[in-house]
């Protein structure tokens, strides 16, 4: 038996590690955060998120049709993705264990699987080539697409987590199923949900390759979610590609505002679902 | 559930503000371009047109569209144009997702088959591959013959101290060193044009490796996109690569002379580009799919090449038809003057002269789209 010394220093040690490894695994987003803030904080200014890009040769200029864009796909995306992929997972955590949602169950976990340009080209041909159109909304639902296996996963594991007896608590009273699921079940796992809707969302907004044959792009303001619409990771991706150090500098600055935009949307989903939420 | 009706409900106030918010954009737009709508189109509102295609000429692109749209003939016409690959261009055209493509090699008789109409290929503009290297104290005057670039690429001609490099630059201090070649990983328009004109100049490349837009490289390091290609050789010593010309121009990076079909060794100028266009004459083929590789002229660049528009020479709407010919029109006349600013080199008056021809020729319902210009 070891002494209580020993034992001491090895838990000290093991303590000592376990810091370590959770520094290293900041470090990665820590520089990601610090070099794009770097290389973007420059070109960021009132006149980017304003204006209209201007072309090569011509200084100035800004961003703001892709950053509208992109909170327009992005929001098209949540409209479909998140209330499908919720009730996906309700059914699959409250009303489920039949074959079918096993089905269901492997289905989301391939979807995950799938390369999202697969999913940008799917999309073209079922929506972008029938309507002769690229549009927003075409991105929306490659990214609601990009988004749902996500969503309902997390919404499957979470509400699985709620311990059974609130849910034969709510039962005894005599209240019906769907009730109890939505007032107590969904209630109780809802700060879970949320994260896991913000994850989905932070992971579809920096995607380019499913806008690239969807939503396309435009070099100005978009008619509508019915035509074709700029947003930031298909101009970041245009601006780094060119030859040119003034377009680069813009594509640093739009990286900026993309993160800080997915940095935005979680925080503030945190904040409403810490004051709101019953299990804190 | 509440606090998850929240959050969506922001969510969705966010998508809603931003779907107004372009909305009004485009809404402000339309006002003030209704008030100035001229001869040029023949509807009353804003025409929108939209392209995809090459990466290559999208500064050039994106230039006219914004020049043209501050003219008088331009207002009520809102061009849009995405750089999604010469690929993403053909595919988009053939399935009328867009106006017009664009593709820096012209299309194959398979590529064109595929299109529900004929499409017209219309020179917008030329570009050079041009090779750039990484050797201390020679920052030019590096000259390069097809056999020894294509001996170099083929790996063997290792070393730049090698009697066939020293054969064309004798004044130059040649370093004992390796040489280090890097090329594209990501399958490229440039690779395309450079590896034809190897596999034109070498019977051996053609052989050995052959031409694409990716090959199988004998010897070297992959890099992605011509900005991969210009890091890697910017840091390492005793590279050789080859980028676009403006991707050279913009870096300030080191080009070699490239010796041409007359046995000239010439810089990648933009006037021996157009030399290069010029020096067609009258071999230009009907339907303007050409290559300008190796061409005939004491001036010409051996690896030039044209970039094209596509469009269908039936329109079917009349309006945007014909704002999209006027478009195109002003881009290969006044366009052009914006081209040398952008590394981009003029067309050769032969050539515009073409164009004209063809944009002339495209109808909508048995009507010539082109107001008279």
């Known amino acids: 038996m070891a002494s209580y010394t020993q034992r001491k220093l090895v838990d000290r040690i093991v303590t000592g590690l376990c810091i370590c490894a959770a520094l290293l695994a900041i470090i990665p987003l820590g520089s990601v955060l610090f070099y794009v803030t770097k290389q973007g904080i420059g070109a960021v200014n009132w006149d980017f998120f304003t204006k209209l890009p201007k072309p090569v040769g011509e200084t100035g200029g800004g961003m703001a049709h892709a950053i509208v864009g992109t909170l327009t796909i992005l929001g098209i995306a949540c409209l479909i993705g998140v209330p499908t992929g919720i009730l996906g997972g309700i059914y699959l955590a409250e009303f489920g264990g039949t074959r079918f949602s096993k089905i269901v169950r492997f289905s989301a976990d391939v979807l995950t699987g799938v390369p999202s340009i697969v999913i940008g080209i799917f999309v073209y041909v079922i929506i972008v080539v029938p309507t002769k159109q690229f549009s927003a909304m075409a991105g929306g639902v490659a990214l609601a697409i990009l988004m749902l296996p996500t969503v309902v996963r997390t919404t499957d594991e979470l509400l699985r987590l709620v311990p059974d007896a609130l849910r034969e608590g709510a039962l005894a009273l005599g209240v019906p199923k769907w009730r109890a699921t939505v007032s107590i079940v969904l209630r109780t796992a809802a700060p879970g949900i949320a994260t896991g809707v913000m994850l989905a969302v932070a992971r579809v907004a920096g995607e380019t390759a499913p806008l690239l044959f969807t939503a396309f792009g435009n070099l100005g303001w978009s008619d509508g979610i019915g035509s074709p619409t700029a947003s930031l990771p298909v101009q970041i991706f245009n601006y780094s590609v060119s030859p040119y150090a003034d377009w680069h500098r813009q594509a640093w600055a739009a990286a900026l505002v993309l993160v800080a935009l997915v940095l935005f949307f979680n925080l503030l989903a945190r904040l409403l679902v810490r004051d709101r939420s019953p299990a804190r | ?373």
């Open chain 2, 1 to 373: 559930m509440i606090s998850l009706l929240r959050v969506s409900s922001v969510v969705l106030g966010c998508a809603i503000g931003s779907a107004m918010l372009s909305l009004a954009g485009c809404s402000k737009k339309d006002d003030s371009s209704s008030t100035t709508t001229t001869g040029t189109t023949t509807s009353g509102g804003t025409v929108s047109l939209n392209g995809a295609g090459a990466t290559f000429p999208n500064p050039l692109y994106t230039k006219w569209i914004s020049d043209y749209s501050a003219l008088p003939a331009g207002h009520g016409v809102k061009v849009n144009y995405q750089s999604v690959g010469s690929g993403g261009g053909i595919k988009a055209i053939s399935d009328q997702t867009v106006d017009f493509g664009a593709t820096d090699a012209p299309l194959t008789d398979e590529e064109a088959g595929k299109a529900p109409g004929k499409l017209l290929h219309i020179p917008t503009t030329l570009g050079a591959v041009v090779l750039t290297y990484n050797l201390d104290g020679i920052k030019t005057g590096l000259k390069l013959s097809p056999e020894v670039l294509a001996g170099i690429f083929l790996g063997d001609i290792k070393s730049w101290d090698d009697p066939k490099i020293k054969a064309d630059n004798a004044a130059l201090p040649l370093p004992k060193k390796s040489i280090s070649i890097v090329h594209r990983t990501d399958g490229s328009g440039t690779t395309e044009v450079f590896t034809q004109y190897l596999a034109q100049v070498s019977p051996d490349w053609k052989t050995k490796v052959g031409a694409g837009k990716s090959v199988k490289w004998p010897t070297g390091n992959g890099a992605k996109g011509n900005e991969g290609v210009t890091g890697n050789v910017t840091n390492t010593p005793g590279s050789i690569g080859y980028v676009e010309l403006a991707y050279a121009a913009q870096n300030n990076l080191a080009v070699a002379y490239l010796k041409n079909h007359a046995g000239k060794f010439v810089s990648p100028t933009l006037d021996a580009i157009s030399a290069a266009a010029a020096a067609m004459g009258d071999k230009v083929p009907d339907d303007l799919r050409m290559s300008i590789l190796d061409p005939d002229g004491d001036a010409s660049y051996p690896i030039s090449s044209f970039t094209y528009v596509l469009l269908y020479a039936e329109q079917k709407d009349a309006a945007k038809g014909g704002a999209l010919v006027s478009f195109l029109w002003w881009g290969i006349h006044d366009g052009q003057k914006a081209a040398p600013g952008l590394h981009y080199a003029p067309l050769p008056a032969a050539i515009v002269t073409r164009d004209e021809a063809k944009l002339k020729s495209i109808t909508s319902g048995g009507k010539a789209v082109l107001a008279a210009p």
